[in-house]
Every structure is written in structure tokens, then in C-alpha cells.
């Protein structure tokens, strides 16, 4: 067994974790260039090549497998850089983009405009067909009038077509045909069926999906294959990998045909990882997952060890945002990383984010140019990082630099340095409170009763308070939590989904009908792993799932099949049984008297190319190290003389009494007063909050 490589391309940092045939990482970090992502990855590789002893070009080449995760196509979303993309749909139906939803946080609140649809109006064109919704053929597909469609895209230069034809998951025989027809009149433009892609009900989100999933086949497709090249010259002959949103892995070329699940693949990766380091340090099987980058602060879930998925994933705001339609890991984002911005409001309020400085300038400790004050600039004038071993020494901070911008900054809000520094820190760990109570009280789970596994290169800074804030005692951080993503992808199976609509109910259960869409899911997902060469000999499960509701609901919950059919009454019953406890679970209440009404099944495969790593025997006893040297630090009320410890110079079983830093080579983990912190026989740091 050679090396495996992992990379996730942040907007910040570009983070590479190499794992050898003993199990043990080792990370390399660079900051991502924007412009030409290959350069960052290969700054990194340069790093983690080092650590082994090698060349980047040897050590390609005696890697297996690479595993690569990248905000490419999220970030062409967000900054509308994508394809110029043509919508098709059923004639009557031209305004489905443009009404979305129709939902809206604050239905009285007119202080923002009525949002623009992903695919502009103007470049909306009806087809003169329709099905109905049992399949039938209402109005035969107008092909002359389908070739001028065509034709007029093909002149305008649509470099992309989105086609979602009404109850095409009834019939698809109507998308089919203009596909074909898109292949013979415009041959090198790649497009997408909603068909194909998310047959489920609710027009709009299939609609959504398939044009986000067009509009980044041209970009993606030769990002992807690009970079399959530039590995190749650079002697990497193993399989190539890319992380999805479902938080699993798939090869290249499956990507290429479904961009689309390289959304929020980088964010997604952060539970699994929490999952696995979790289960090493066996603190049970709920765990609040927080990534801090550089530019976000990502929070995940993993419940009963599963991960959390959901079919409502918005780029953007919810209502407000475009729905990406196909099922991703839960995880929910918040512009507050190390570099997000402090600012004034009109009112006179101090903000953090969203607004973030990236790695281009970056903050103004980088020394680059930033001029704005950040997260990262307040935790150096506080005095939790050491200018000269930031990222192990590669990048040296300004100190002078980040006094200046945020001393500037206080003289607006009128506070001194020290007391400026503290209060951004404050307000960040807020807007983290806050998103960590979105998606765990909100959705019915108990912090009190969760441990937190932290990562991210800026998670060491405030995750303490932020933990005590909300009652967790434990917090894991693992010594790679600077590439918590990255990590993730390492401790990943490759994962595909496929679905199936088929609307019934508990009360007039479609046994055949049901029974005929699990089957073509299953063989769907046979033809997945058998198309796949890395799958071979690999340990394979098969879940099911269907999401359903009780009658008169709006929305579904994903809820898990007993079986793999539904054979005879008493299966229908365990399935309902299982969608009470679901609905239970989630909103504390059942209605066993009214019909489950089952709208879309799906099917997950998830293949195991190699085994997690055991959990080691805990920790017995402990010692105090003596520090390698102290620092004066502020905690809020004045200067403290703190000692600070190298994360390579302690030993297992190591117990730090706060106030007390550790410095690792990646990130910064700061043990406020009245806490502590162990290194673990995992390699974790096990901290104390309470």
C-alpha cells in the first residue's frame, strides 16, 4: 500500500494531508491562488514531500490514491461566473426559476428587493410539449419548433442548456428527444435533463438543480480534467478521487457528468471526519462538528454516528438563495473565519464578517496589503499566536502591522487596543453560538449532551468559551485540525446516490410501484460500483431511504427503510412506524391516526476503499509538562503571563492547566482560564471546558 493524498482547496488556504502505510498524516498548508489553483496544491505538496523525505514527483508517484475537494464550483455559483446558460421547460411553465418558492423570512419586511432567478428570464425558452402526471402524452413534442428553440441557442452562443420539461419523471421520452436534438444541432455543448439528474417531485428544485448542475458542466469539466493532466505530468499514476456534498468520494468522471455534487463538497467532508475522531477518542455517537477557516465557520452535525443529510441546501439564503435540490450533508455556514472583517454599522454596532480579506490580501498581519482589521489580526495582538511559527514558520506575521490597523479600528469604537482585539474575538465567538444553536436546538438536539470536534487552522483561537457557552464539557481537536477537510476525505468511502418518484400512502400503499423504483435504484447503484476500478474487494452497504410526511404536510423528512422492499402489510406498517419515530425525533410529536404519504426513494451505496484506524487504549494517569516558554496574553481583563507549549514536544497523557497555549504547526489552541487541556492516546488534544 502506497501513499494517500488528500487536498481541499479553501478560500484561504489550500490544505493537503498525506497518510502512509502506517496510518500516520502528515499536512502541508499554502495559501490558495485564486487565479491558478494548481499552484496552491502544489505548494502544499511541496510542504508534505518534505516532511518524507522526498521530491513532490516521488512522492506522486508512489501514491495510490488522491482525494481532491475544491470550492470551484461554489464560488462560481456565489459570483456568478458560470456558464452562459439556456433554460428549456414545458410551454406555460417559463416563470418556475423566476418564483422559486415563494417563501420568505419576515413576509413584512420590504427593505430588500424580490431576488433574481439563477437563470435570467430572458434566457428562458418554452417547448411546445406536455406530459401529464400519470405519463401520459397530452400534447405531442413540437420537434420543428424544438429545432428553432435550438437553433436560436446555437446562435446566441448559450454555452450550456438546462432542459426540466413538466412530469418528465413520469415520461422522459419528451427530454430524451431534445437532448438528442442538442447533440446533433449543437454537439460540443454539454447540457443536462432534470430526468437524469433529480427525478423527484416539485418542479421548481428539479428545475434548480438542473440548471446549477448545466451551468458548471463547461467550467468544472475542464477544471477536472485539467487538473487530471497536470497530476499525470507530474508522475501521479494512482486513482484520482474528488470529495462530494454527500460527503463521500467519486472519480472524476462521474463528477464531469454531475458537477452539481461538487457543491459544498469541502464543508462536507468536516462531519466525517468529526464522525471518525469521534469514535477514536469513543466519546460516543453525537457530535457537533465546527470547521473555522479562514473565510467561514462551518457547523455539522452527526447523529447516532450517522451523518445528517438534507434536501433544503441553498447557495445563498434560504427563500432568497437557489436551492441546489439534490440531498447534501447538513452543514451550515456563516461568513466567520480568521479572516472575516471587523466593522462598524450605521448604528454604531461592532460586526465581524461576512466580508472576509481571503488569502489575496489576507489580513494585515499577512503583509500583504490587507488595510481592514480581522479575526486573525486580534488573535495576534491578543497574543495567542506567534508571528514567526505561523502555519511552522513558513509565513511570518506583522505584528506592527496588525496593532496598526486594529488600534485604528478601536480609536473609531473607542476602545483601547487590547480591549478592540478582545471585543472582535467576543463577537466572533457569538456568531458561532448562534450558528451552532441553528442547527442543533433548532432541530431538536442538546448540545449539553454532544461532544464538539473542532478543526480549521482558527478553531484554537475562541472554541473553548464557545463550548462552555453553550454547556458542552468536551471538546476534541485533533492535532490535524487545521485540515479537518481534508482529514475527512481520508477517513471517506466513496458515495453515490440515486432516486426515484413514486408518490403513495400508508393508507393505499403502491406495493408493486414501490417496489419496481427500489429496483431500478439498486441497479443503479450496481452500475456505479461496477463501473468503478478502486471498488473492487472493497466492504459495500446499500441504504434505502424515502422522503415522506403525514397528509396535509408541506415538507418531508428523509426516513430509512426497514428493508430493501416493502413486501405485504406488515412492511408498509415498520416503514410508517419508522416515519413516526422520525417525525417524533425531530419535531417531539407523532400522529399515528393519519396517513404517511411517501413521495421520493432513494438509494445509498457506499464503498470502503480502506479501513479507519482503530481506537487506541485511553490515556492512564497524567503529568504536567514544564512550557517552553511564556507570553503575555489577554483574556479580557488584563495582561496575563502565559505559558506557552510546542504541540511536538509533548507526550501522551499531557495535562495543561489553563491559561496556556499550545502552538502546533498548523494552528493555535488557546486554554482559557479555569479550563484544561490532555493530549490523548489518540494524538487528540482533549479539551476541558466546564
Known sequence: MGYRISVDTGGTFTDMVLVNEDGNFSIGKALTTPERISEGMFSALEVVAESVGKSARDLLAETDILIYGTTRAT?????????????????????????????????????????????????????????????????????????????????????????????CI??????????????????????????????????????????????????????????????????????????????????????????????????????????????????????????????????????????????DSWLGPQWLGDIIGASTVDVRSIGAGGGSIAWQDPGGLLRVGPQSAGSVPGPACYGNGGNEPTVTDAALVLGYIDPNYFNGGRLSLDRDAAERVIGDFGKTIGKTLDETAHAIMVIANELMIKAIGEITVNDGLNPRESVIVA????????????????????????????????????????VFEATRSRFTASNEFDIDGVNTALQEIEAELQ???????????????????????????????????????????????????????????????????????????????SIEPFSPPEAPDPVKGSQSPKPDETRSCFFGDERVSTPVYRGDNLKIGDTLQGPAIIQEATTTIVVYPDMSAQLSAAGDYILNCC
Open 455 to 494: 478543526g480549521g487552522g482558527a478553531a484554537g483561537f475562541n472554541i473553548m468559551p464557545i463550548a462552555r457557552e453553550l454547556g458542552c464539557d468536551t471538546v476534541i481537536l485533533p492535532k490535524t485540525a487545521s485540515a479537518l477537510s481534508a482529514c475527512g476525505m481520508q477517513f471517506s468511502s466513496i
Open 75 to 167: 464560488n462560481a455559483v456565489v459570483t456568478k461566473a458560470t456558464a452562459r446558460t439556456a433554460f428549456l421547460t414545458t410551454t406555460g411553465f417559463r416563470d418556475i426559476l423566476v418564483l422559486k418558492e415563494g417563501g420568505k423570512h419576515g413576509p413584512h419586511d420590504y427593505s430588500y428587493d424580490y431576488p433574481q432567478p439563477y437563470i435570467p428570464r430572458r434566457h428562458t425558452f418554452e417547448i411546445n410539449e406536455r406530459i401529464g402526471s400519470a405519463g401520459e402524452i397530452v400534447r405531442e413534442l413540437d420537434e420543428a419548433q424544438a429545432r428553432t428553440v435550438i437553433e436560436t441557442l446555437k446562435a446566441r452562443n448559450f454555452e450550456a442548456v438546462s432542459v426540466s420539461l413538466l412530469w
Open 527 to 605: 452500475d456505479f460500483k461496477d463501473s468503478l476500478a478502486t471498488a473492487a474487494g472493497a466492504k459495500t452497504t446499500i441504504e434505502f431511504f424515502v422522503e415522506a410526511r403525514y397528509k396535509a404536510q408541506v415538507w418531508e423528512l428523509d426516513t430509512a427503510l426497514p428493508s430493501q422492499r416493502v413486501e405485504g402489510a406488515d412492511a408498509v406498517t415498520a416503514l410508517a412506524e419508522s416515519f413516526h419515530q422520525t417525525h417524533e425525533r425531530v419535531h417531539a410529536v407523532r400522529d399515528e391516526g393519519s396517513p404517511v404519504e411517501f413521495v421520493n426513494w432513494k438509494g445509498r451505496i
Open 170 to 311: 413520469a415520461n422522459n421520452a419528451h427530454e430524451l428527444r431534445i437532448g438528442e436534438l442538442i447533440e446533433e444541432i449543437m454537439p460540443s455543448v454539454p447540457y443536462t435533463l432534470s430526468h437524469q439528474l433529480a427525478p423527484i417531485l416539485r418542479e421548481y428544485r428539479r428545475a434548480s438543480a438542473t440548471s446549477i448542475d448545466a451551468s458548471l458542466k463547461p467550467l468544472m469539466q475542464a477544471h477536472l480534467r485539467g487538473m487530471q493532466s497536470d497530476l499525470l505530468e507530474a508522475g501521479f499514476s494512482g486513482d484520482l478521487l474528488v470529495s462530494t456534498s454527500v460527503g463521500g468520494c467519486q472519480e472524476v468522471e462521474t463528477l464531469v457528468e454531475r458537477p452539481i455534487n461538487t457543491l459544498k463538497s469541502g464543508p462536507a467532508m468536516a462531519p466525517v471526519a468529526g464522525r471518525a475522531y469521534s469514535a477514536l477518542e469513543n466519546m460516543g455517537g453525537d457530535v457537533i462538528v465546527c470547521d473555522t477557516g479562514g473565510t467561514t465557520f462551518d457547523v455539522g452535525l452527526v447523529r447516532d454516528n450517522q451523518l445528517v443529510y438534507s434536501r
